[in-house]
């Protein structure tokens, strides 16, 4: 009998709480804080970094802009190298120049943009840059993007494609996106 009373009073219980779990509201306002911090390139949940391996002589982290990661192919810093730059022409592969690694909580695909300025038309350039993980000249990550596990890193290498160029010099900028997955 005492077991018959306990199982009616839950039940009565659940209904109840049911019954008056249902408000609704049309809107709601509440003030909460919220804390940001920027960190550098190489400390960022999308960490950018330079590779140990030879191309990275290309990579630049500038320490004075939030250690940004930049891209030279100029003259490499630290070689006794008497290059300048790229020929007309050709075709040139620096495999495993940088880095991405995911410090975040989740997994995430990552895609790099072609290089995009309001000055440099690829086409009208004659000049192709495309960026693809470690040496798979074959699935740019603006076509392709990889999947990057929390606390995985990727390799990326650049590849540049000259034709008949028609700019001696070029400066443009590439989006590295990261999606949830």
Same mark, same amino acid.
């Given at each position: 009998m005492n077991r018959r009373r306990l199982l009616a009073g839950l039940g009565a219980v659940a209904t109840s709480g049911v019954a008056l779990g249902t408000g609704a509201f049309t809107s709601a306002e509440a003030e909460r804080s919220v804390g940001v911090t920027v960190a550098d390139d190489d400390q960022a949940y999308l960490a950018l970094s330079p590779t140990?391996?030879? @191309?990275?002589?290309?990579? @630049?982290q500038d320490s004075g802009a939030n250690n940004e990661l930049s891209i030279d192919i100029n003259d490499a810093t630290g070689t006794a190298d008497n290059g300048d730059g790229v020929g007309p022409n050709s075709v040139y592969e620096f495999d495993e120049a940088f880095r991405i690694e995911n410090q975040g909580t989740q997994a995430v695909e990552v895609s790099i943009s072609e290089l995009v300025d309001d000055d440099f038309?690829?086409?009208?350039s004659g000049l192709t840059v495309q960026f693809y993980p470690g040496t798979d000249v074959d699935s740019p990550l603006h076509d392709e993007p990889i999947t990057l596990g929390t606390g995985t890193a990727q390799v990326i290498g650049l590849r540049i494609e000259t034709g008949e160029p028609t700019v001696e010099n070029f400066n443009a900028d590439a989006t590295v996106k990261a999606e949830a997955t």
């Open positions: 140990q391996a030879a @191309n990275a002589t290309f990579v @630049n038309d690829p086409t009208a």
